[in-house]
């Protein structure tokens, strides 16, 4: 039988080549909708206002088709403040402060052979104090405040915060946002984000021009 | 275990303690002296409690947790040690509890809830609502439904198993292996993104219907192809010494109050699928997966045969599977009424008490299959060795999130 790594390299490549080029198959209703201009929209997520979507509300239900077509482009973070310090490596820490388990999940995705954050020089770290980045997933859970508190508190300067996903962003139709407790640099929308939105934020994050 | 009522959790109420029990039939909620569950209104969803301390010289206590780098949710467990033996352990899972809202809720916003409630598990949860509510409202079975339920499920089986094992992989440090694994699991993902329109199945379960449309037609011989694939990894995972040895002998439990895997590796047969309350399985060839020793590594062969089982009712149900409805959204009625339905998600079996007054759910309650696999790792952690936790841990398929309450 094949050693592990004969058998590891003989597989097809299979890691994309975003962000330098487009991203294959986005999940679309991750994506923002863009009015169609036909029927009416009931948004359980209130976050239609007129022709436009509040991206932080979206739970990528998709109950707005066909008033709503998603656009299929991945670039919907919203970034606040950028760190160059962080461009030739980056650490970035989850922390899950009441999620559903999926955002962790996307986030986590990134290491896999498809998107393989690695190659542009992020990597998981196991405790904040490492971190150059926290990644705030879920709602607001009572128990998650003194946590959270300290997860910031123990991030060395400089440092990049991400609200990701609609709970951490707004509390989507779940709870509360984590805005109470810290303001994120970067948003992230999504419900959850695809790995592609999440790759596009953290290349931003840090001043890489894509 | 037919028949037999066990605690299945813990609840507390006014200060007192009620222990929850559940046979296999209808669930049933025993007082514990000086509570009163009965009269409650919320249903307020159980906590595993488990608080034996070990106590003695050279006994360490240390806490993991809530947020760690190795956890994927956050989670506190408080462990007791000699040496590197672990004595006791207290899981204390509500620190991410958000306790979500449903009562009060609509029926559309409910369900939109309940497949938050555990994301990865969200098309078991959102067609077990959608069901009890079918039920009530006394729509007949629609056979199509049901089959395009049945996929989505099994899909959702398949995408849970690959992540269990991959973490055994990761834990073991088979890093091509952990990569590979990690990476079939992407694709079953952008499998179901394609077909379903999200790649957790958001928004596609519906009342009386699918709410979106999905494809179906040659989805088995996509996931086939997976199947295969994890095939050709398993062969070589199962070769390797370095990750059966960690997974050998480690966190064995048997108890007939166990649930899934747990449970059908422990030789129990119980499988809710064969007399579940939510969805027919009898004319897809369900064969249940069985194994002896009680541990990570028969936890892990039964998950490995389950994922070749769900291939094979996934093609069964295409070949079947005719025209899917689609869901009924507006005027679902001012129906009332109350009742009990169970599914056999990946981590066992998972029971939903869903009562309606008037179109709007009264109260809800839950009793995850994550509920018991804690009290499974709780008890067969002990005597282990402290790396041996990781193992012990991700081979049951907890999801932190399944164990916080509905209100
Ligand atoms: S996808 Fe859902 S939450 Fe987002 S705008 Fe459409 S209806 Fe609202
Ligand atoms: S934003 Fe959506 S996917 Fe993320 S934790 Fe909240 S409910 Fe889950």
Redesign the interface.
Known sequence: MKSWLTYGLMRKRLTTGFPSMEAEEVPLWTTTPVSTGTGEAHCPANAIKGTTVEMGRCISCGYCSPAFQPDGVPGTSIVRSTEKAFRKSFHIYLFDAGSCGSCNLEVKALGNPYYDMSRLGISFCATPKHADALIVVGVLADGMSDPLKRAVEALPSPKLIFALGACAISGGIIGKSISGIVDADIVVPGCPPNPFTILDALQRSRGVRL | MVGEDVITGVLESGGGECEITSGFGIPSWKKAAGSDIDGREDFKACVGRFDEKAEGTDVFNFTYG?????L???CKFNIYTYGERILSLRPEP???????EVSGSGL??AI??LE?????L?PFYSGMFAAAVEAIMGNGENNDLRLARVIMNEVGRISDHL?VIAKLAEGAS?N??Y??L??L???L??LV??RF????F??INGFGGL??SADFGGISSEVGAIAEEFRQLW??LE??GIFIDRIQGTATLRRPWMVGPAARAAGLRTDTRIDGSCLRYDDLDLEVASAASADTLARSLVRKDEIFASARIIEKAESMIREVPAAVRMNLGEISGEISVRTETPGGDSLMRVSLANGVVKKIYIRPSSLQNLAVFTYAIKENLLTDFTFGYEGLGI???EL?GVL
């Open positions: 809530p947020s760690a780098g190795g994927n949710e956050s509500a620190y991410k509890d958000r306790r979500l559309v916003m939109l809830r938050r409630y555990c994301g990865p969200s992540y088979q091509v292996a990569n590979l990690f990476g699991r992407e694709k993902l952008r993104s394609r329109g999200h790649r957790y958001f928004g709410a979106r062969i070589r070769n390797s999801h932190v999130s916080g």
